[in-house]
């Protein structure tokens, strides 16, 4: 029983993105996306961590695309929309599973910053 509950914790925790300078989630992509005009990433972060003197913004890709870049503030949840028709059709993600990553980036000096962390709270796809 011990095994079973760490394994799902592990599990959750990988499917939801663990704190630190980058974070993974998987999501759906609806297959009206094909044909849809508009497609939206929600896009919820937790746990963001930043230090106090410091620029952070993040990066968001699909599939390694980047979608969008966003300015972090510390603390609570975040939540951001993406239109992201282009990319997912570029990509013909249509009807697939895809990965969303935020990573963590010092204005600064473009580095990746130190002392900083966030996670990924959900993601989802849609189109109309």
Do not use: W, Y
């Amino acid at each position: 029983m011990a095994r079973l509950l760490i394994i799902l914790g592990l599990g959750c925790l990988a499917l939801m993105g663990v704190a630190g300078a980058q974070s993974r989630s998987s999501v759906t992509v609806p297959a009206s996306a094909k044909n849809a005009a508009h497609v939206g990433l929600e896009l919820s972060l937790r746990s963001v961590r930043k230090p106090q003197d410091s620029n952070v913004a993040a990066v968001v890709r699909l599939k390694g695309q980047e979608v969008g870049r966003i300015s972090l503030v510390a603390g609570g949840d975040q939540r951001f929309q993406f239109n992201v028709t282009n990319a997912v059709k570029e990509l013909d993600l249509a009807g697939k599973s895809a990965d969303i990553e935020v990573s963590l980036v010092d204005r600064a000096n473009g580095g990746s910053p130190s002392g900083a962390s966030v996670a990924i709270g959900g993601a989802h796809i849609s189109a109309r």
